[in-house]
Structure formats: C-alpha cells, structure tokens
C-alpha cells in the first residue's frame, strides 16, 4: 500500500448528493460520534472509527496506517468486506513517501484519487495500490492543531475506480478528526490511570513500610528495615544510613547494596568538604539529587570520596526526629550507571525518611518505657522486703518485751532468796530453797530462748535490710 499523490485536491468540484443520502450521513455521523466516544482504549477507538466509515461510505476497505518513520508504517486498524485481500498488521515500506508529504498531512492535506491509473502516480505507488486491489482511494490525516501526526484514516475502493463526493470527504475528514480527538483524550486517560497506579504503588509501598517500621523495637531493627525496603523498592544498588557524628565526620550505621558491591557499612568517614553549614541545611530539610556525579558540580575532593565507593548517582534526605534534632542522612547510591531521580521518588524518600524518624523516637521511648517498668517492679521488691522487714521488727519488740517482763520476777525471786537465806536455821527449811532455785532456773531458761529467738531474728533482718539496700543502690545507679 501507498499514500498516494492527489490526482484532485480538496476544492475540486464534486457531484452533489441527493438528500437522502446527507440525511443518512449526518444521522450516521452523529451515531458515530457516540460510538467513539463511549470507547476506553485508542484500539478500540481507531477500529470503531474504520467500522463505521467502511458501513456508511459503502467502500471496500478502511484503514488506519500508522507511521512508524518517512518511509514505513504500519495498519494498526481495519474494516474489510469479503473477498478483498486483509492488510492489519502489515508493515510498510514505501520508499516512495517523501519527507514532504509527512509535513503536508501534518497540515492537513487530504487526497482523494478517483483513478489510480489517471492520477499521474509513480510506478511504485501504483504496483503497492496494485498488490491491494485499489482503484481509488480517499486519504484524510489523523491530525489536531498543534498535535504530532498521529497516522493516515484511508479509504480503498477494489471493486472499481469512485469519484469521491464532496459530502463522503467531509465526513471522512470530520470522522478523522473526531477519531484524533478522542485518541488523545484516550491517551491522556491512560496517563491519567497510569499515573493513578504509580502513585497508588507509592502509597501502598509507603504504608507497608510504615507498618514494618511499627514492627520493629529497637532503632538497628528499623534502620535495616528501613534501607532494605527502600533499596527493593528504588531498584538501586546501594542504600545507606549516615550517621553524623560531627560537622564533618560521620558513620554508616546501616546499609543494604547488592552483592556485587563491597560492604561499607560500620565505616567512619570523615569528610573535610563536607561544610558545617551543610548540617544546618539538613537540618532544614535540605534534600540532594544528584544524577551524575561528575556533572553535578561538586568539588574534587567530594567526587574522589563518592569515587572510592563507586557511586555515580546518589539522592541524599535528612532523617529528622520530630523535635527537629537532625538523625542523620538516608542515603541512595546508583553505582554501575547515571541516574536520573524523578520527582516521585524524591517525594517517596522523603516520606520513608520522615516515617523512619517517627519509628526511632518511637522505639526510644519504647525503650525507656520498658526500663521505667523495670524500675517500677524493682521498687516493688524493694517495697515488699521493707514491709517484711517491718513485720519481723514488730515481731522482734514483742520478743524484746517479753523477755523484758522476765527480770523484775527474777529480781524479786533473788530478794526472795537472800531473805530465806538469811532465815534459814534447821535443815528442813532447805525444801522452800529447793522451790526457790526451780523456779530461778525456769525464768533463767526463758530469758536465753528469748534471747536467742532475739539473736536470730536480728540476723534475719540485716539480711532483709542489706537485700533492699542493695536493690535500691542498684536503682540509683541505673
């Protein structure tokens, strides 16, 4: 097939169509416009569009022959009628379309050829129309003001020569049109749900991590995390977390790279480009994009350290706390290529970078919370040795007490004795001394077991005395 050269152009005189045949081809017109508007995809539309102007033009074949250069194109859509040679899906190189005609269609050139024989065409136009069985054909452009060409609407008639009316170009030109148009709208459409997609994956990816992050309880757990979900989801070669140590000397603290590249992480690094001032921009949000390290204007000193770990491409976003202490940097390397960062991306980090703050206050606070408690249950112990402690006091007054009650019987028995003593003046008299001296030995007996009972319980309580102190030491110490 061929676009081929005009053998009338667009102001030739036609003959005019009777009434009924307009009527029809406005009603169908309308009909038509209905039909591709209510199509989703440009597939869809384009063979819509063919279907209906093959139906209403009566002719032997429409096509949408898309140009794929200046001298090739393909049929992307087609509407037949039987027993004509099917064409979709063909590519088509036809050295015969010059770079001119691609600039005419892109103005809108339309051609109607009533004659393929009579229209003064080249050789190898004809022996292309040939080989499809045209006789006429009708050529209108799928072209808007100010949009790319985006292909050919054609019109075959095989079955014999056609004198295209006046009435069937305007339709076909208003069909092209009305097809460009939804075409584009088409395309914007799927942007529109393409873009709708990204930014839903974006969203997803964003809240799995977050809930990763809400996972973790402690801030190695989440910083791993972190730069493994970050590197799987970026597709990158290298994800850092740096730590700054001082204004120009850091630590890597967590990474995640992929196994081609050597492990950096633990490694000190001290930076003597890196500007004080650059911590306080970081500090406010400073985020750094760098697509090509050797373009990016950096000093010579920066690029040799980027050079050392093989990066050629890196983002860099601060990792804030919420009290807007700065953490240290979250850190994206491209080393095997040049990289540049979408916008997407950045605003993606951003926000695992802020998420990733939240998490280590967080676990922080999970992590002083859980010492709190254990000083709670400390002071518990503590509590409970100081009430038995208490208790064994209480016990210790009472034996004290009664062993106290003991010496006045004893001093009375002893005043007692010495007065029978002193009266004593036959042998008989020595039964009352004999009562006198079991009863001494009985209270005797009672004041050891109540000191003894005294003396261990006293060792009991400077042991129960010595563990609380010891604990509440401890306590003062944490």
């Known amino acids: 097939m061929t676009i081929d050269e005009s053998v ?18 406005l009603n169908s017109l309308a009909n038509t416009f209905k039909q591709v508007r209510d199509k989703n995809s440009e597939q869809d539309i384009l063979q819509t569009s063919v279907e209906i102007v093959h139906q209403i033009l009566e002719c032997d074949r429409v096509v949408v022959y898309s140009l794929l ?58 022996e292309n129309l040939e080989q499809i069985e045209v006789k006429a054909n009708l050529v209108v452009p799928l072209v808007n003001t100010d949009s790319p060409l985006l292909g050919l ?39 529109l749900q393409t873009e709708l997609t990204k930014i839903n994956q974006w969203q997803d990816s964003l809240n799995h991590l977050i809930h990763q992050f809400n996972l973790q309880s402690n801030k190695s757990d989440v910083l791993q995390v972190g730069v493994d979900q970050v590197r799987e989801f970026l597709e990158c070669d290298r994800v850092i977390v740096y ?35 650059y911590q306080d921009q970081y500090q406010q949000g400073r985020i750094k994009a760098i697509n090509n390290i050797y373009e990016a204007g950096l000093s010579d000193c920066y690029v040799k350290n980027l ?55 967080r676990t922080k606070f999970a992590a002083k919370m859980s010492a709190l408690e254990e000083t709670l249950t400390k002071l518990d112990v503590s509590k409970d040795s100081v009430t038995f402690a208490k208790d064994r006091v209480s ?71 010595d563990d609380a102190a010891t604990n509440l030491y401890s306590m003062n110490e944490e």
């Open 153 to 191: 609407m054609v019109m075959h008639q095989c079955r014999d020569f056609r004198e295209w009316q006046q009435s069937e170009i305007n339709f076909a030109i208003q069909i092209a049109s009305w097809t460009t148009e939804q075409v584009h709208k088409a395309r914007e459409y799927n942007c």
């Open 243 to 277: 730590s700054l140590e001082t204004a120009n000397m850091g630590k890597i603290i967590a990474e995640s790279s992929i196994k081609a590249l050597a492990p950096i992480v633990g490694s000190v690094i001290e930076d003597s480009c890196f500007d004080s001032t």
């Open 69 to 126: 250069d200046q001298s090739q194109g393909k049929i992307v859509a087609e509407a037949l009628t039987p027993g004509f040679t099917p064409t979709l899906g063909s590519v088509i190189k036809d050295p015969c379309f010059e770079a001119r005609y691609v600039n005419l269609y892109q103005r809108g050139r339309v051609k109607a050829t009533a004659n393929i024989y009579e229209a003064g065409m080249g050789t190898c136009y004809i």
């Open 8 to 25: 009338s152009d667009n102001n030739q005189n036609h003959e005019p169509t009777n009434d009924s045949i307009k009527n029809n081809l």
């Open 307 to 361: 050079e050392k770990i093989a990066v050629k491409a890196s983002l860099v976003v601060p990792i804030n706390l919420p009290n807007e202490e700065l953490y240290g940097l979250l850190v994206v390397h491209q080393c095997f290529a040049f990289r540049e960062w979408q916008s997407k991306e950045i605003e993606w980090l951003k926000a695992i970078a802020i998420q990733m703050g939240a998490a280590l206050v």
């Open 395 to 465: 016990e210790l007054r009472g034996s004290m007490q009664d062993s106290m009650m003991i010496f006045p019987e004893l001093n009375n028995l002893q005043n007692l004795l010495l007065r029978e003593i002193n009266l004593i003046s036959h042998p008989k008299e020595t039964k009352v001394m004999q009562i006198i001296m079991k009863k001494i030995a009985l209270n005797i007996q009672k004041v050891k077991n109540s000191l003894s009972l005294f003396q261990a319980n006293t060792s009991q309580l400077e042991e129960i005395l």
